[in-house]
């Protein structure tokens, strides 16, 4: 037992004098642990990335993307898409304004496929509640994803199958900063405060519902439905998680208390991964700016992809 689980113990079960047995006590003891353990990662994670973001701007995201080749403009896309908006409809916009730009469709195909899936809101939680090991499998599995798709689509032409009224608009100048480091940690404050306001209530609802899975479903109850014994549960699990929309921080919560229940680790990752990168909200948003034959493209990419690392992850993750 470490010593935060420890403290909770002691909190529950020795101060306040909840009794320490039946599927009440074993919820609240997994929201109280988690909901700690996760905003103090998150925090100290936001604050790091913050202070990197804090060097970048559009301006020299579209100077770096704009002089790049397919290959490593994809690569260098999806790593900018961490520290930038932590959810689909969130980077929409600046997928958008990249295109404007005149930034290569397949490039900013990456950004917009890596920004919602990975991120430190991401990596924060499945370094906290899976380890290391995991976050980093999730992280090379998603940056594989943005490139590979990118690279695809940039390939197949589809230029054709972006809406003629993107190219009318016309950006202003974006400016510069030239932060001085005390500038650059009131910054990252100011975001880290903003960020945890933002995503505190997800991670509560997530890390809630998450609870209530651990609490009162019974044990193995998903192993014979969704375990690694069923390769049909992969695909399932991804096309569930189209019509829903959340984000790293309201979905990772629940993901850990279905692998707890003997849901396998690629059919929840790659549930996952469909819930924040391959929602019906995201679609619709896009619709705006993309022809339906590239979005659908867009969307049948990402399918096969997560099926496919799903299958893998249930493989690697024992």
Request: proline share 5%; aromatic share 10%.
């Amino acid at each position: 037992m470490d010593p935060l689980e420890s403290f909770v113990s002691w909190l529950l079960f020795d101060l306040l004098k909840i009794p320490s047995v039946g599927h009440f006590a074993e919820a609240l003891n997994f929201f109280i642990y988690d909901i700690i353990k996760v905003f103090f990662l998150l925090i100290v994670m936001i604050f790091l990335i913050s202070i990197v973001r804090s060097f970048i701007t559009q301006k020299k995201i579209r100077e770096v993307l704009g002089k790049r080749r397919e290959g490593v403009g994809n690569l260098l896309a999806a790593l900018i898409g961490i520290p930038t908006p932590f959810c689909s409809c969130s980077a929409v916009p600046l997928f958008i304004t990249f295109l404007e730009s005149g930034i290569p469709l397949g490039i900013t195909m990456s950004f917009l496929i890596s920004s919602p899936m990975i991120n430190e809101v991401a990596i924060a939680l499945l370094f906290s509640l899976f380890g290391w090991q995991v976050a980093v499998l999730y992280v090379a599995a998603g940056l594989a994803i943005a490139v590979g798709a990118g690279l695809l689509i940039g390939r197949l032409r589809l230029e054709g199958e972006i809406e003629k009224s993107v190219f009318k608009k016309k950006n202003g100048a974006i400016g510069n900063w030239k932060m001085k480091w005390r500038e650059r940690i009131d910054y990252a404050l100011e975001r880290t405060v903003s960020m945890t306001k933002k995503v505190g209530p997800y991670i509560i609802a997530g890390v809630g519902v998450g609870a209530a899975v651990h609490g009162y479903v019974p044990q193995d109850f998903l192993v014979e439905i969704a375990g690694k014994n069923n390769p049909l549960a992969v695909p399932i699990a991804v096309l569930i998680g189209i019509p829903l929309y959340s984000n790293a921080a309201g979905t990772i919560p629940i993901v850990q208390a279905l692998m707890a229940k003997g849901m396998a680790a690629g059919t929840a990752l790659a549930l996952m991964m469909s819930i924040t990168a391959l929602s019906l909200p995201e679609m619709i948003i896009l619709r705006k700016v993309l022809k339906p034959k590239l979005i659908a493209i867009f969307a049948a990419m990402l399918f096969v992809a997560f099926v496919l690392v799903g299958w893998l992850f249930n493989v690697l993750l024992v």
